[in-house]
């Protein structure tokens, strides 16, 4: 599956910005999805997964640090899957990537096909 992410911009902290991921290829919905980012001198980190495919049945799971700010949906008729970001922080400033997997589960481990990042800055 190709995937294709857009977008990220500058935000003001305490705004909000939606990206998305459009994919092609093979059939979206048969795909564990969800995004990482990579800050500035850090680690690609985990941010949020849509596990279709988990032994535990469908789950949406979220780093903590996003938990209560960020939301994931998707639309597998558009093939495109959606990340909503509320009440931006500074630290948030990242190059977000979407991913996707066929595997059970959706970390960073797991990933088999990655989108080209989007850069979001978040300044006060």
């Known amino acids: 599956v190709q995937l294709q992410a857009s977008g990220g911009g500058l935000v003001q902290t305490g705004g909000s910005l939606r990206l998305s991921c459009t994919g092609s290829?093979?059939?979206?919905?048969?795909?564990?999805m969800g995004w990482f980012r990579q800050a500035p001198g850090k680690e690609r980190e985990f941010v949020a997964a849509f596990d279709w495919r988990a032994w535990h049945g469908p789950s949406d799971d979220y780093a903590d640090s996003v938990k209560g700010r960020f939301i994931l949906s998707r639309d597998n008729a558009k093939s495109t899957m959606y990340l909503q970001m509320n009440s931006l922080k500074d630290e948030d400033t990242a190059v977000y990537y979407c991913a996707a997997s066929g595997r059970p589960i959706l970390v960073l481990a797991t990933v088999e096909y990655w989108g080209q990042g989007t850069l979001v800055t978040v300044s006060s």
């Open positions: 290829g093979r059939p979206f919905g048969s795909y564990n």
